[in-house]
């Protein structure tokens, strides 16, 4: 992979959240859960699609942290319409698990 200046890294907004409702998302190519989620004032609330459904129902992700890039352009997602990107990493079967902070931290935070 190549390498990147820290100036490039500065460019990708990757902020906490948290989930404020969550509802399955049946008619995406793969399975996956619609996300809205609040990142505090200055961002607002932001819709995500993710392919999360081998580790988390939606009922379980309300109320949960997750980090998010925050400043990609919105992607339309079948007839939803994405405007962040969700991170996680990969289980051993290549499944996502989200990453959020070990403890509640402020919406909006940036990470660092």
Excluded: C
């Excluded at 607002?44 to 081998?54: F, P, V, W």
């Amino acid at each position: 992979m190549a390498e990147i200046s820290f100036d490039d890294f500065l460019k990708v907004d990757i902020r906490v959240g948290t989930v404020l409702r969550a509802e399955p998302y049946p008619e995406a190519r793969k399975p996956a859960i619609k996300l809205w989620i609040d990142f505090g004032d200055d961002i607002g609330e932001r819709k995500s699609s993710a392919q999360i459904t081998a580790h988390y129902q939606p009922e379980m992700l309300v109320g949960k942290q997750v980090m998010a890039v925050v400043n990609f352009p919105p992607r339309q997602i079948g007839r939803f319409m994405s405007e962040v990107l969700v991170l996680g990493l990969p289980d051993a079967a290549g499944e996502i698990v989200l990453i959020g902070p070990d403890g509640n931290v402020p919406v909006g935070g940036r990470m660092h």
